[in-house]
């Protein structure tokens, strides 16, 4: 059935499931088919260049995407009826002496992009995070980048929702692919070409090979 795609869904990060979105567009007709695959590509690719863009700024190695949390599933959490958000986390590891300066480079990509910022630092002793965080602006409804002490550094995004059939876009996006048995990749660098949905030719992907971006 079409709808195996959905199985992954419920594997994604607490932290973005909870997190509430605006919903945009609301009193406009709710867009279908071609025009609600094209709205919902448009979203993503744009919020993907954002998030993107600060690992980037971090490491332009392989960052692990967790199950259920590749950033294309799309979700109704959080969202009212008749709309869905996408949510995204990463993460990797670097040198912990290399957050400052990291940290500052985000800082300024986001701030000349035109966001305002939060920080919030937390722990103590030996573990302690810093996060730069964007709070319901542009695409998002959050995006955080915590710097932890030990080296690790995970990116998180929830996207704001957008009018559209979360069930009829996953169908529209991936058919019959089963999201469960490994189509999206588990690993991903920041310079990797973007997609969305089923790629022709390319039914499965495991870490390796990537997907070829879609015109």
Request: proline content about 7%.
């Amino acid at each position: 059935m079409a709808m195996r795609w959905q199985m992954t869904a419920v594997m994604a990060v607490l932290a973005l499931v909870l997190t509430g979105c605006t919903n945009e567009g609301e009193g406009m007709a709710t867009p279908t088919g071609d025009e609600l695959f094209a709205q919902a590509k448009q979203h993503y690719l744009d919020y993907r260049d954002v998030t993107n863009s600060v690992q980037g700024l971090i490491f332009d190695g392989p960052w692990e995407a967790p199950g259920g949390s590749f950033g294309m599933e799309p979700s109704g959490a959080g969202c009212p009826d008749g709309s869905y958000k996408f949510s995204l986390a990463r993460s990797t590891e670097v040198d912990p002496e290399q957050h400052a300066e990291q940290s500052a480079a985000v800082q300024k990509y986001l701030t000349d992009a035109g966001y305002e910022l939060d920080g919030m630092d937390l722990g103590s002793g030996e573990v302690q995070s810093s996060d730069v965080i964007v709070r319901e602006q542009g695409e998002f409804s959050l995006l955080t980048v915590t710097f932890i002490t030990n080296g690790n550094v995970l990116v998180t995004a929830t996207t704001k929702c957008w009018p559209g059939d979360r069930y009829e876009l996953g169908d529209l996006m991936f058919g019959d692919a089963n999201l469960s048995e490994g189509y999206l990749p588990r690993e991903e660098s920041p310079s990797d070409p973007l997609f969305f949905g089923v790629t022709p030719g390319e039914p499965a992907f495991g870490p390796t090979p990537k997907p070829t971006a879609t015109p």
